[in-house]
């Protein structure tokens, strides 16, 4: 298959589905299979012989890490629901216990095919020295090494607890991982079964010294090792492991006083959620397992046996520095050329024109650059910031802080319901407001999810906005590995529109007379029906009718109707979706002008991107092109605050439809196509054909707008020779 064909594949080739009803529930994909799906392709990448061995170390790790999170939130939601009774379907048509069934078969199969990569994976790293060992391969000098190791840096840590009726079962956390012990005294034979705890606070691995390579031992077999010291008298006569996971949904009071301590208590809750899942290993004696499963209160239904290594998410411990040539090639993001032309000052780069910056392969340094730099300037007067997700010790909250510190009017919009990280925020919020900020949380039913920072300037007798739009979370550390878009601009309508969300957020002032902005849930989803509306009427017109679109998650029922109703009326729609699709691509009487990919890579596909051929198809310099923060979910579209900008500068314009979207839709290395079935496959490659890798495309070539006129312009061509990458001008 050519570059070329891939990209119309779809398109010529509708599919008949016999057994699917285009006016039924079936026009939908599953939500919880297609989450399930885009985690096999993760795990798939974990075979992939051209990544790095420890870069596929990694991606099974994730891969576990995601599973985990399915659990703890999908699947408690659905077991609530379907253990209160509730047959509501989605809109797929499945009722919560059947979702339960086929994610149960589908999670199943997914975990011991974890197992079955992990074997592999640990042949491969032997032949590179780098070994995972268990007991029996311990030499002398070995357990020598490792009586010391136990007693100096593990022994304090640890918990054992006797199960008997003195000693009532201990509560296990979420993720928490423990051993169960089958003990028998020595001098009169009576057993005891007791708990060892596992304590995160040590690392899972314990390195071994080794005159060549990297030896490992699983802190479990060193405890199993030294059982006699933790029970004086007694020997070990059965045991296993076992890792719970518990139900990590939030649920607040609507009407809580103080939403900061309601957070609090709530989080605590989280800790003691009802278990989901519990995973064990195989051949526990059957008495203890009783025990464990009775106190823990969890059927066969939530119990997985594991022949092999549990809490796999560990793994990422393995993926060693020290091991370069087992890693991706180092990569360094580029600093924007406007921004060194200008020696750094960020304002001055701005002022001569918007830029958009392509993370992580232009800096987000430039992001804290231009916080840092506001906070320092004595013609700054104010600075607005919305935080969803940031970084633990982040140079962004710190750069607020001073500005706060310094007399500046400082507003941050602290998100408490960004799941999993509402602890950090909450810390972060403290710490704004102790230096003078002033710290807004936002809505009780609504998540602010929009990415918004302003920089309120005073320039001669005017006041300038500079202002940042992103479609990720101002975190400095997830911007090195996730994809996401930057837009700095001082427009003065952007400017404004971002000064109105602000208010809405802070104030419950509905925003008006939005020039460049769309926002949920007011008028994003209805701009969004409008302009897939508007591509359709030229499509029926005769005129050229396309939409390219990239995102997450595509969900949202009246959005995924729409998007059937313009391909029957004629318009080309290319979607890269990275996750949960929950619209069948190419069936012929219902999507057959629509086709789906997923790029699954090095870097985590983030950014947010809408285009519209607007009546001459696409690439066109007259399209009309968006960056969003939300993907086409019911949640972004409905539950949250999300912004939608309209992008009218040629140069950016240029920049997200010819090299960022073309480069998307060109690759094939990191790519999967998805089926009507809703299954996804990688697209065959002629022998001899150069395969694209985006990814590669965009760590070897600047965007458009960071050099200005010296950027490349040109659409990556989709068909080359072997060995022949697109070149830009």
């Known amino acids: 298959m050519s570059h070329a064909d891939f990209l119309k594949a779809p398109f010529d080739a509708p599919t008949h589905l016999p057994d699917l009803d285009p006016s039924s529930a079936d026009r939908f994909y599953n939500r919880e299979l297609s989450w399930l799906g885009f985690n096999w392709r993760v795990l798939q990448e974990a075979e992939n012989q051209h990544v790095p061995l420890l870069e596929r ?3 099974l790790s994730i891969s576990a890490d995601n599973l985990d999170e399915f659990y703890t939130v999908r699947v408690a939601g659905l077991r609530e629901l379907a253990r209160a009774g509730n047959v509501t379907p989605g809109i797929d048509g499945l009722s919560p216990a059947e979702q339960l069934k086929l994610i149960d078969e589908n999670a199943r199969d997914l975990m011991y095919t974890q197992q079955r990569v992990l074997g592999e994976l640990h042949r491969e ?25 136990f007693l100096s840096q593990v022994f304090a840590v640890l918990s054992p607890l006797a199960i008997d009726p003195a000693h009532p079962f201990p509560f296990i956390p979420n993720t928490g991982y423990a051993l169960a012990l089958q003990l028998q005294r020595k001098r009169d034979k009576r057993n005891l079964q007791a708990l060892l705890p596992i304590p995160a606070q040590i690392d899972r691995f314990i390195s071994i010294p080794s005159a060549k390579g990297h030896r490992f031992l699983p802190l479990e077999a060193l405890l199993v090792l030294n059982i006699s010291g933790l029970f004086p008298g007694y020997e070990l006569k059965g045991h296993f492991e076992f890792r719970v996971l518990r139900d990590s949904d939030l649920e607040v009071e609507d009407e809580a006083e103080d939403l900061v301590r309601e957070f609090e208590v ?67 993001p580029r600093v924007p050329e406007r921004v060194t032309d200008f020696e750094g000052d960020m304002f001055a780069a701005i002022r001569q024109k918007d830029m958009l910056l392509h993370h992580p392969y232009e800096t987000f340094d430039m992001v804290v650059r231009f916080l840092q730099q506001a906070a320092r300037d004595p013609n700054v007067v104010a600075i607005k910031q919305t935080l969803y997700r940031t970084s633990k010790l982040s140079p962004i909250v710190e750069a607020l802080c001073e500005a706060a510190e310094d007399g500046k009017s400082v507003t941050a919009l602290v998100e408490l319901k960004a799941r999993f990280d509402e602890a950090a925020n909450i810390r972060q919020s403290r ?31 005017e006041l300038v906005t500079y202002t940042h739009y992103g479609t990720g979370n101002y975190h400095p550390i997830t911007a090195r590995i996730y994809t996401d878009l930057s837009l700095f601009t001082c427009d003065a309508k952007l400017g404004r529109d971002a000064t109105k969300v602000f208010n809405y957020l802070s104030g419950y002032a509905p925003p008006e007379n939005l020039s460049n902005l769309s926002i949920s849930p007011t008028n994003l989803k209805t701009r969004l029906l409008e302009m897939i509306a508007a591509e359709a009427e030229h499509a029926r017109a005769g005129r050229p009718a396309e939409i390219w679109a990239k995102m997450n998650s595509l969900i949202e029922k009246e959005i995924i109707d729409a998007l059937y ?44 991107i809408v285009c519209f051929g607007n009546g001459h198809g696409l690439p066109h310099k007259k399209a009309k092109v968006f960056i969003s923060s939300a993907d086409w979910m019911s949640r972004n579209l409905n539950r949250r605050v999300e912004t939608l900008v309209e992008i009218t500068n040629g140069t950016v314009k240029a920049q997200i439809v010819s090299q960022i979207m073309a480069a998307n839709l060109a690759d094939v290395t990191q790519s999967w196509v998805m089926a009507p079935d809703g299954s996804f496959n990688r697209p065959p490659v002629d022998e001899g054909t150069f395969e694209f890798n985006c990814h590669r495309f965009f760590m070897e070539n600047p965007s458009l707008s960071g050099r200005g006129s010296a950027g490349a312009s040109d659409v990556p061509k989709l068909t080359h020779t072997k060995n022949e990458p697109p070149k830009p001008n």
């Open 57 to 59: 170390l990694r991606f």
């Open 565 to 608: 109703a313009a391909s029957q009326d004629g318009v080309k729609i290319s979607l890269v979706v990275r996750g949960i699709c929950g619209l069948r691509p190419g069936i012929k009487g219902l999507s057959e002008n629509i086709r789906v990919k997923s790029i699954v890579g090095r870097f985590l596909e983030h950014s947010r």
């Open 431 to 461: 710490r704004l407001e102790r230096a003078g900020a002033h710290v807004v949380y936002g809505f009780i039913d609504l998540k602010n999810h929009a990415k918004i920072s302003t920089v309120v300037r005073r320039e001669g007798s």
């Open 266 to 332: 709530a989080l605590k809750r989280r800790k003691r959620g009802q278990v989901v899942r519990i995973n064990i290993s195989a051949g526990a004696p059957q008495k203890l397992k009783s025990v464990v499963m009775a106190e823990l209160g969890v059927g066969d239904e939530e119990l997985i046996e594991i022949d092999g290594m549990i809490g796999v998410d560990d793994l990422s411990e393995l993926v060693l520095d020290e091991r370069p040539d087992l890693l991706w090639p180092s990569f360094k």
């Open 125 to 149: 790293m032997e032949a590179q020295d780098i070994t995972i060992l268990q007991l029996d391969d311990l030499t002398d000098d070995d357990r020598v090494f490792l009586k010391d190791f």
